[in-house]
């Protein structure tokens, strides 16, 4: 099992801010991804990464952005913040030829 | 388009019976089939997982799944069902590095 780490866990936010959720593993995963899920719903693939310098928009469309600088770290941002994005972020990693994903607790994101 | 269809969206059971979560898939290959667990507010865990070889794999917490290729399913199973048990639960399959997600059902447990 990864160790997937997300912070913060939770975050009230005013519309127009600047937010950064922080994901990082620390087993040395090479591919991590970025899921949003809305309550009750399923999840959408937003972003992934298969290392450093890597990072590939998933199949939902998503305003936000991310980098991948470290291989432990893969940070996930929004620019300006609108009450649509609010929702839960999820946060995985997996190996680079293994097809498990291990997930993160999640942040969840509400925008007034 | 390969997809994997979770035909309940929400099952309700006594605390000691049975349990039996439905996840249909849509693969041309061998598919590498998931089952996660979700836990309110809390990100997923990993049940179980099939990739090959014998066919009725054992996970965590009870849990066993069956793949059926003759019937395209990979239903999750649990003889006895606890109160701990109520969550969301989703069925995935692997496809060209990304995971696809079924929808979800919902499992509530009365006493």
């Known amino acids: 099992e990864a160790d997937i780490y997300q912070t913060p866990r939770y975050l009230v936010i005013g519309t127009g801010k600047k937010i950064t959720l922080e994901c990082s593993q620390t087993m040395g995963h090479d591919k991590m991804y970025w899921y949003q899920q809305d309550p009750g719903m399923e999840l959408h693939l937003i972003h992934y990464?298969?290392?450093?310098?890597?990072?590939e928009k998933g199949d939902l469309s998503s305003e936000s952005t991310v980098s991948r600088i470290r291989t432990e770290h893969f940070p996930l941002t929004l620019e300006s913040a609108r009450p649509s994005h609010t929702s839960q972020y999820l946060c995985?990693?997996?190996?680079?030829?293994?097809?498990?994903?291990?997930f993160g607790p999640g942040t969840r994101l509400l925008v007034l | 388009a390969q997809s994997v269809t979770q035909p309940d969206i929400h099952i309700t059971v006594s605390e000691g019976a049975s349990l039996e979560l439905r996840c249909n898939y849509s693969y041309g290959a061998t598919p590498y089939l998931f089952w996660y667990v979700q836990s309110p507010g809390q990100g997923l865990q990993l049940l179980l997982k099939?990739?090959?070889?014998?066919?009725l794999v054992q996970g965590i917490k009870g849990f066993e799944a069956e793949f059926k290729r003759s019937q395209s399913s990979f239903n999750l199973r649990k003889p006895s069902v606890h109160w701990s048990d109520a969550a969301e639960y989703f069925c995935?399959?692997?496809?060209?590095?990304?995971?696809?997600f079924g929808t979800g059902t919902r499992l509530q447990v009365f006493p």
């Open positions: 995985a990693s997996s190996e680079n030829r293994g097809r498990t994903q291990y």
């Open positions: 990464s298969y290392g450093v310098n890597s990072t």
């Open positions: 995935a399959g692997h496809n060209t590095d990304k995971l696809i």
């Open positions: 099939y990739f090959s070889g014998d066919t």
